[in-house]
């Protein structure tokens, strides 16, 4: 044969081999993005049952945990001695962590949607503590929680009920793991605004910083005892975040303290439209 022809033969057949590789791949593709839909559906269909489960759920609980706390708090006007106003004590106590778990489980719901807005830093703070300060838990300590702002600070673009929830969740941790003042400090750094939750509490250990935002963690197992809750705040606050696009960042010292820290973009022109 001649080389010219052998040299032809020889193209015709590579380009046959790619276009049947070709048509392989397209094979493969299309069955992966078959396979991708069916885990998207599914995906959905999970998401969509968590959602009524735990809306059920949530709704379930909150009506007997009314009519407990309602008989728990009448109490009060019945106590004689110490170790009955001690023992009410104890049950105020387990009915405000009780209506905190539910509570949180409601957020860990509702929080899969966000509707950014126009909101003001120092408002979103103080919804945050009025919240705290309706938690008979918290009545008191609400008043170490101090706003320290850097200067003048722009109005943010982000969902003002869940920038609260972030603000109260992490200053719930913060609270509960601290006997001294906790701050928030805000910043502006160009066109963003750093909120930082800043503590002298026990710490978290450098090892453990990685798995606090795993909804159910504890650092200790004991912890939930010691302190109290169920591991499910911190899960809530990057969940929010997420929606957000923002990311949260830690840095703690065990017997020193922790901080959290994220940005959120100031309102320009073209968001305020």
């Given amino acids: ?36 839909q069916q885990q998207q559906r599914l995906n959905t269909e999970n998401e969509i049952l968590k959602d009524a489960i735990v809306r059920n759920v949530s709704h379930e609980l909150k009506t007997p945990l ?6 728990i708090w009448m109490m ?12 009410v004590r104890y049950a105020k106590e387990a009915t405000t962590r009780l209506e905190i778990l539910v509570k949180n489980i409601t957020l860990l719901s509702a929080s899969s949607q966000v ?29 170490r929680v101090i706003y320290a702002p850097e200067g003048e600070i722009s109005p943010v673009f982000a969902d003002k009920q869940g920038l609260s929830t972030v603000l109260q969740l992490l200053l719930d941790n913060a609270l509960k793991f601290s006997e001294k003042e906790v701050y928030i400090r805000a910043v502006q750094l160009g066109d963003s605004v750093r909120l930082t939750i800043e503590d002298c509490g026990i710490g978290i250990p450098k090892d453990k910083i990685g798995a606090i935002f795993e909804s159910f963690y504890q650092v200790d197992s004991s912890s939930t005892r010691h302190y109290g809750g169920m591991g499910i705040g911190l899960a809530i606050v990057r969940l929010i975040l ?3 696009h923002v990311t949260i960042s830690v840095e703690s010292e065990e017997g020193v303290g922790s901080k959290f820290w994220f940005d959120l973009p100031i309102v320009t022109m073209s968001k305020n439209g």
């Fill in 1 to 36: 044969m001649h080389p010219v022809s052998r040299y032809i033969m020889s193209q015709f057949a590579w380009i046959k081999r790619l276009i049947e590789r070709n048509i392989e791949l397209e094979k493969q593709v299309l069955t992966l993005k078959t396979q991708l």
């Fill in 66 to 71: 009314l009519h407990l706390k309602s008989a």
């Fill in 76 to 87: 009060d006007d019945t106590i004689t001695d110490d170790k009955q106003s001690e023992l």
């Fill in 115 to 143: 509707s950014p807005s126009v909101v003001l830093v120092r408002d979103a703070v103080e919804y945050a503590k009025r919240n705290l300060g309706r938690i008979w838990e918290y009545q008191k300590d609400v008043a």
């Fill in 242 to 244: 997420d929606r957000h």
